[in-house]
C-alpha cells in the first residue's frame, strides 16, 4: 500500500508540472473534424480493418500507454512515425488535427480554443478519473541505487518514480538518455528486481538506470529487467 501512496505522489508531481489536462477541453470540434479527415486519408488503413497492422488509437489499451504524461511525447512519436509508409510527411497542423480526432476518439471534451504543437508540452494526458498510478505492464525507467538482498535477490533502493518508456521496442540505451539518468536525484522508493544478470551484479551499490517491465501483485511493484546500466560508480551520500 506504501508503494501505491508514493506511486500516487509520483504522478501528482508529474501532474502539477502541465498547466492543464485533456479533460478541460483542449481542442476545437471542427479541428477534430478536420483530423478525422486527415485520420481516415492517412492512418485509418493501417489502424482499422481486417488488415489493420497498427494498434488501436482508442480505448483502455492506448491510453494506459501514453497517459500520465503531456501530449509532447505522443505528438513527437506520430509526428515522427507515421504514417508508417511515409513517416514525417505531413505537416505538424495535420498531426495535430489527427491529435484532436484521437482525444475526441477517446472521449474527452472539446473546448474553444485549437490544440496547437506549442501546446502539447503543457497539457496532460490523463484517463476520465484523472491521475493514477502507471499501469500493471508498463515500461519503465527508473534511477536508484543496486542493492544485493538475501537468497540471491536483487533491489533497486533509494530508487525515484517510475517513468514510462514511450517506445515498443526496447534496445538497450542511449548516451543521452544515460546523462539524463546520472543527473536525476535519488528517491525513496524501493523495487525487487528481477532478472538480474551475473554481469549487471558486478554493479551492486553502484546508482544504475534500470529499465524493465512494471509488474504489480499484492501492492508490491516490481521490475523484470531489461537493461541495466550504471550512471555513477557510487550512490552518494
Same mark, same amino acid.
Given at each position: 500500500?506504501?508503494?501505491?501512496?508514493?506511486?500516487?505522489?509520483?504522478?501528482?508531481?508529474?501532474?502539477?508540472?502541465?498547466?492543464?489536462?485533456?479533460?478541460? &477541453?483542449?481542442?476545437?470540434?471542427?479541428?477534430?473534424?478536420? /483530423?478525422?479527415?486527415?485520420?481516415?486519408?492517412?492512418?485509418?488503413?493501417?489502424?482499422?480493418?481486417?488488415?489493420?497492422?497498427?494498434?488501436?488509437?482508442?480505448?483502455?489499451?492506448?491510453?494506459?500507454?501514453? #497517459?500520465?504524461?503531456?501530449?509532447?511525447?505522443? %505528438?513527437? %512519436? !506520430?509526428?515522427?512515425?507515421?504514417? /508508417?509508409?511515409?513517416? &514525417?510527411?505531413?505537416? $505538424?497542423?495535420?498531426?495535430?488535427?489527427?491529435?484532436?480526432?484521437? =482525444?475526441?476518439? @477517446? $472521449? %474527452?471534451?472539446?473546448?474553444? #480554443?485549437?490544440?496547437?504543437?506549442?501546446?502539447?508540452?503543457?497539457?496532460? =494526458? !490523463? &484517463?476520465?478519473? &484523472?491521475?493514477?498510478?502507471?499501469?500493471?505492464?508498463? !515500461?519503465?525507467?527508473?534511477?536508484?541505487?543496486?542493492?544485493?538482498?538475501?537468497? @540471491?535477490?536483487?533491489?533497486?533502493?533509494?530508487? /525515484?518514480?517510475? #517513468?514510462?518508456?514511450?517506445?515498443?521496442?526496447?534496445?538497450?540505451?542511449?548516451?543521452?538518455?544515460?546523462?539524463?539518468?546520472?543527473?536525476?536525484?535519488?528517491?525513496?522508493?524501493?523495487?525487487?528486481?528481477?532478472?538480474?544478470?551475473?554481469?549487471?551484479?558486478?554493479?551492486?551499490?553502484?546508482?544504475?538506470?534500470?529499465?524493465?517491465?512494471?509488474? #504489480?501483485? @499484492?501492492?508490491?511493484?516490481?521490475?523484470?529487467?531489461?537493461?541495466?546500466?550504471?550512471?555513477?560508480?557510487?550512490?552518494?551520500?
Amino acid at each position: 500500500m506504501a508503494v501505491a501512496m508514493v506511486l500516487v505522489a509520483g504522478v501528482a508531481t508529474s501532474f502539477a508540472q502541465a498547466s492543464t489536462t485533456v479533460l478541460e &477541453g483542449v481542442y476545437t470540434s471542427a479541428q477534430a473534424s478536420r /483530423g478525422e479527415a486527415a485520420y481516415v486519408t492517412h492512418c485509418s488503413s493501417c489502424h482499422e480493418g481486417q488488415d489493420a497492422d497498427g494498434p488501436q488509437l482508442m480505448g483502455r489499451l492506448f491510453l494506459d500507454r501514453w #497517459r500520465e504524461d503531456t501530449l509532447a511525447p505522443l %505528438f513527437t %512519436f !506520430i509526428k515522427t512515425r507515421m504514417p /508508417g509508409n511515409r513517416p &514525417g510527411t505531413l505537416d $505538424d497542423r495535420l498531426y495535430v488535427d489527427i491529435m484532436a480526432h484521437i =482525444l475526441q476518439a @477517446n $472521449d %474527452f471534451p472539446a473546448g474553444e #480554443r485549437e490544440l496547437t504543437a506549442g501546446l502539447v508540452e503543457r497539457i496532460q =494526458l !490523463i &484517463g476520465p478519473e &484523472g491521475p493514477r498510478p502507471l499501469a500493471n505492464l508498463t !515500461i519503465v525507467r527508473v534511477v536508484g541505487c543496486l542493492s544485493p538482498e538475501a537468497n @540471491n535477490a536483487w533491489s533497486l533502493v533509494r530508487a /525515484g518514480n517510475p #517513468r514510462p518508456v514511450r517506445e515498443r521496442i526496447v534496445n538497450g540505451t542511449t548516451p543521452d538518455e544515460l546523462k539524463l539518468s546520472a543527473a536525476q536525484p535519488l528517491g525513496g522508493q524501493a523495487f525487487p528486481l528481477r532478472s538480474v544478470t551475473e554481469a549487471s551484479a558486478a554493479l551492486a551499490g553502484h546508482k544504475v538506470q534500470v529499465k524493465g517491465v512494471l509488474t #504489480r501483485q @499484492n501492492a508490491i511493484d516490481r521490475i523484470n529487467v531489461m537493461s541495466l546500466d550504471s550512471v555513477a560508480e557510487m550512490c552518494g551520500g
